[in-house]
T-cell receptor, first 116, second 114 residues
């Protein structure tokens, strides 16, 4: 496995369910990101982890809970979501989170989430 | 308020011709810009980037031009190929603040006609 992988690729859940999205990167990077892409909107940064520490929470509702047990894995735990949370959730990684040309972000294929 | 704008949601170009995708930004503090390409059912793939100290960066068929005074960048694809058909996103960031935040545009869907 190479690059950034995400599972599951598709997820349908009810508003009362609890589910988790998983991201794994095989690039030796130290920073990982969660993005949300809603229809006809730009990618929105949700969370950033740098060396396993959360360095950014972009005013994300608490029904989204990230977890980064190590630099290679990132989870997004979901509970009591709303239909408007239906979107494509993308994970990315970069060498570090310092910014600049050495920290280009590489994306996974995304999880298409539908909340009923 | 969208800081990075891609005003053309779609573009069709004949195979072999030049594709020009445009992106405008409002924040003069942005100093690093990227283009990503996205195929259906895949994540965005990094294509090319440019720092604000340059006005042009080339990689094979892809060239990015930056006009800082106009706060405008463009991606040129020459010659265009059917495999280039995808959604293209531009992104901008402020590296001087040590930030990792990319601000993305809404994307332009390019269709290259055979």
């Amino acid at each position: 496995e190479t690059g950034v992988t995400q599972t599951p690729r598709h997820l349908v859940m009810g508003m009362t369910n609890k589910k988790s999205l998983k991201c794994e990167q095989h690039l030796g990077h130290n920073a990982m990101y969660w993005y949300k892409q809603s229809a006809k909107k730009p990618l929105e940064l949700m969370f950033v982890y740098n060396f396993k520490e959360q360095t950014e929470n972009n005013s994300v509702p608490s029904r989204f809970s990230p977890e980064c047990p190590n630099s290679s894995h990132l989870f997004l735990h979901l509970h009591t979501l709303q239909p408007e949370d239906s979107a494509l959730y993308l994970c990315a990684s970069s060498s570090t989170a310092a910014g600049g040309s050495t920290d280009t972000q590489y994306f996974g294929p995304g999880t298409r989430l539908t909340v009923l | 308020d969208q800081q990075v704008k891609q005003n053309s949601p779609s573009l069709s170009v004949q195979e072999g011709r030049i594709s020009i995708l445009n992106c405008d930004y409002t924040n003069s503090m942005f100093d690093y810009f990227l283009w990503y390409k996205k195929y259906p059912a895949e994540g965005p793939t990094f294509l090319i980037s440019i720092s604000s100290i340059k006005d042009k960066n080339e990689d094979g068929r892809f060239t990015v031009f930056l006009n800082k005074s106009a706060k405008h960048l463009s991606l040129h694809i020459v010659p265009s190929q059917p495999g280039d058909s995808a959604v293209y996103f531009c992104a901008a960031s402020r590296t001087t603040s040590g930030t990792y935040k990319y601000i993305f545009g809404t994307g332009t869907r390019l269709k290259v006609l055979a």
